[in-house]
């Protein structure tokens, strides 16, 4: 019994001081100047059976190569519909799935070129559908929607500029969209595994290596 309550005494020691060195990291990248971010990704995922294409334009602040937040929009790129009678008439309604979301990430470089990054993000929006009848754009089904995403992004990033900082990379994003509130007049679930894979181009940084010398370049590198 006193080994294990030993046992359990260290695993619950080595996990507060995990903590405190994780808290302690953040909050010492956070009192360093920051630099500025701007992403775009397109995210593989699934709305009922269908699938569905999420645009994501992101932009925000990093602290040292260790801890980011911002915010950004992400659109339903797609089409993703159904096929209804109004009125006597057969139209085609379109599914609108737009939202804003804000992000907090945390950032873990491995090796020189790889780093895994931890963003969660959580948004407000809106989805309804959308159709024309007798040349008029008609809603319908329109709701208020909070999704819910954590991810985990595994990055290989390439070439530097003066200021030490990384201009383009590979990446591969997995993560999970979880509706807190969803839209009950639409069928099929929004919950879905989410998945990207695709090219990183960093244009504050590569504005930097064009422009080295100007004060905007000093500006976003944070120097």
């Known amino acids: 019994m006193k080994k294990i309550t030993l046992i359990l005494a260290v695993l619950t020691l080595s996990s507060l001081t995990s903590r405190a060195q994780f808290l302690d990291s953040i909050q010492a990248a956070i009192g360093r100047k920051g630099s500025f971010t701007f992403s775009f990704n397109t995210r593989n995922s699934y709305i009922g059976s269908s699938g569905a294409n999420i645009w994501g334009f992101m932009a925000g ?30 139209v085609n309604a379109q599914l609108k799935f737009t939202y804003i979301s804000y992000y907090v990430e945390y950032i873990i470089r491995l090796q020189k070129h790889w780093e895994i990054d931890i963003p969660v993000a959580i948004g407000a929006g809106g989805s309804n559908y959308t159709y024309y009848l007798n040349g008029a754009q008609l809603t319908q089904n329109s709701h208020f929607i909070v999704p819910l995403e954590p991810q985990v992004e595994v990055d290989y990033d390439f070439l530097k500029n003066k200021f030490g900082n990384y201009l383009f990379g590979l990446y591969v994003q997995v993560g999970y969209r979880y509706m807190l509130d969803n839209n009950p007049a639409i069928g099929g679930s929004f919950n879905s595994s989410t998945y990207a894979t695709g090219i990183l181009l960093f244009p504050f940084e590569i504005y930097s290596a064009i422009f080295p010398r100007t004060g905007l370049a000093r500006m976003i590198e944070g120097n």
């Open 61 to 90: 602040v990093c602290f040292s190569r260790k801890f980011a937040a911002g915010g950004g929009l992400n659109i339903l790129n797609n089409y993703v519909g159904k096929t209804e009678t109004v009125g006597g008439q057969t």
